[in-house]
């Protein structure tokens, strides 16, 4: 699935919209947690974070664990320190005022699953 499909379907507010789609490869999976020792042993490659954490230590480990972007969930917005690390990087962000639950359900039904 494209990440504009999700961003658009679940009608997500981009924060990093310095990073282009277009050279991005399929979301493939996805995954949530808050726990990032979780994220590294578990997400897998290529696939989207649904979390509410938003410190600067998320961007690292999507980066290392190869996810696709990153959904904040809550509304939680990181800060813009967090944010530019993330445009430097090339990691797409999101925020959505919905909770992780409602999320990851929107993403089930549009036919992504964990690992």
């Given amino acids: 699935m494209k990440l504009s499909d999700i961003e658009q379907k679940l009608h997500l507010q981009n924060i990093t919209p310095e990073i282009g789609f277009e050279k991005l490869s ?20 290529g696939s989207i974070l649904v979390t509410n954490q938003i410190h600067v230590n998320v961007i690292a ?16 917005t990181p800060e813009e320190r ?7 990087e090339g990691l797409p962000l999101f925020v959505s005022e919905d909770s992780t ?3 990851v359900g ?3 039904k549009l036919g992504l699953r964990g690992h």
Avoid: C, W
């Fill in 61 to 76: 480990v999507a980066l290392h664990a190869g996810l696709v972007a990153v959904i904040f969930s809550s509304g939680m």
């Fill in 101 to 103: 639950f409602d999320i």
């Fill in 26 to 45: 399929k979301v493939t999976k996805g995954h949530s947690s808050d726990l990032m020792s979780d994220v590294l042993a578990n997400a897998p490659g």
């Fill in 106 to 108: 929107e993403l089930y």
């Fill in 82 to 88: 967090v944010r530019q690390k993330a445009v430097e």
